[in-house]
T-cell receptor, first 113, second 119 residues
Framework: ETGVTQTPRHLVMGMTNKKSLKCEQH?????MYWYKQSAKKPLELMFV???????ENNSVPSRFSPECPNSSHLFLHLHTLQPEDSALYLC????????????FGNGTRLTVT | AQKITQTQPGMFVQEKEAVTLDCTYD???????LFWYKQPSSGEMIFLIY??????QNATEGRYSLNFQKARKSANLVISASQLGDSAMYFC????????????????FGKGTKLSVIP
């Protein structure tokens, strides 16, 4: 079982749909992160959760809504997305926020039509 | 100004040869950490190696080594004895500060270098 698991691996959705991305980590880490990876751009940090509390929102539009019910699970709820939101969304975790190595999941490849 | 610069969009290397992937960084913080990640086509970002700004020796992890030149602000990744499975995107990243304070825990990534290993 991999350390950080993301589902689904691929998602195609229309602009009016509502969907959710799921991330689960089995490493006992206390911090979890959402990153966006667009073509030919560096990874962009979206949200950070530390001990289930959101500590960072990097000016992300409200059509992206994160949820962290416990230290092991992280969701990204999506609604009324735009085609430019198509990207690879990566979840990561670390033992302590701001320290150590980030462990990433395989990502969800999102296409907005 | 970009904090992490990877000047090589793509690189080719012959199998079993060594290859160096370039990374330069920009920071005024005396305390920082440098990371290299590998991203195969599957999408997962795989941690390879870490170098702290105060580390006296260059980091090594198996076939990976980091050529850390602090004065030049460069942290090049050296992969020895390349294998076909090394074909992937490689990202250099930096974390500034001690890990406390707003934003100091953020990893800043470069745009990546696509490495292709030729049989």
């Amino acid at each position: 079982e991999t350390g950080v698991t993301q589902t689904p691996r691929h998602l195609v959705m229309g602009m009016t749909n509502k969907k959710s991305l799921k991330c689960e980590q089995h490493l006992g880490h206390n911090a979890m992160y959402w990153y966006k990876q667009s073509a030919k751009k560096p990874l962009e940090l979206m949200f950070v959760y530390n001990f289930k509390e959101q500590t960072e929102n990097n000016s992300v539009p409200s059509r992206f809504s994160p949820e962290c019910p416990n230290s092991s699970h992280l969701f990204l709820h999506l609604h009324t997305l735009q085609p430019e939101d198509s990207a690879l969304y990566l979840c990561a975790s670390s033992q302590v926020m701001g320290q150590g190595t980030l462990h990433f999941g395989n990502g969800t490849r999102l296409t907005v039509t | 100004a970009q904090k992490i610069t990877q000047t090589q969009p793509g690189m080719f290397v012959q199998e079993k040869e060594a290859v160096t992937l370039d990374c330069t960084y920009d920071t005024s913080d005396p305390s920082y950490g440098l990371f290299w990640y590998k991203q195969p086509s599957s999408g997962e970002m795989i941690f390879l190696i870490y170098q702290g700004s105060y580390d006296q020796q260059n980091a090594t992890e198996g076939r990976y080594s980091l050529n850390f030149q602090k004065a030049r602000k460069s942290a090049n990744l050296v992969i020895s004895a390349s294998q076909l499975g090394d074909s992937a995107m490689y990202f250099c990243a930096m974390r500034e500060g001690q890990g406390s304070g707003a934003g100091s825990y953020q990893l800043t990534f470069g745009k990546g270098t696509k490495l292709s290993v030729i049989p």
